[in-house]
């Protein structure tokens, strides 16, 4: 709803040099619509950037784990594909947003699933969910990645662990991101 809990995150990314977009997809929680809400912020963000040809990354986190896939279904057929997509603690399909067919989703498209060892919100439901909607989908198993992110002495891998700022979300979290947004700009 605001970009104010990953605001750190996002400060980051465009410390590194990203553009940054963060569309807003719903008025309130679990609102209709989210993917399309997504198409149009991108494209109206890009259009006003002059991005051009720019690779795109496409980040999720939690819902946005799960809409930030759909988003990649779409983006293909709309000329936004994104290079890569990071889905961290994805939510399973909201009730309001039918799941898309991921088939349209670009067999180059290198994704990224992210689940926490703790985290007891969508306990990696979403994530298997995700990969059974990948697989039917006949997306390349060898372009999926799965990582379980491991709590250890001074850091849990909560549900809320990548909002953190410490060291340890740092290099779990941010770390990744950097190496995916790296790989894609190549």
Request: aromatic fraction near 6%; charge should be positive; proline fraction near 8%.
């Amino acid at each position: 709803m605001t970009p104010a809990n990953h605001g750190p995150w996002l400060e980051h990314l465009a410390a590194r040099g990203s553009a940054v977009l963060y569309p807003r997809y719903e008025q309130r929680l679990g609102g209709p619509d989210a993917v399309l809400h997504v198409l149009a912020g991108v494209r109206t963000a890009l259009r006003r950037l002059h991005a051009g040809r720019l690779p795109q990354i496409a980040i999720g986190y939690s819902r946005g784990g799960e809409v930030v896939v759909d988003y990649a279904a779409l983006a293909r057929g709309a000329g936004l594909a994104p290079a890569a997509v990071l889905s961290v603690f994805p939510g399973t399909v909201d009730p309001a947003d039918p799941p898309l067919d991921l088939r349209a989703i670009d067999p180059r498209t290198r994704l990224t699933i992210l689940l926490g060892d703790r985290d007891e919100v969508v306990d990696g439901t979403g994530g298997r969910q995700l990969l059974a909607r990948l697989a039917e989908a006949g997306f390349p198993a060898d372009r999926i990645s799965l990582v379980v992110v491991r709590s250890r002495p001074g850091f849990i891998v909560t549900h809320t662990a990548p909002l953190e700022v410490t060291p340890a979300a740092k290099a779990a979290f941010w770390a990744r991101a950097d190496r995916i947004v790296a790989s894609a700009s190549r």
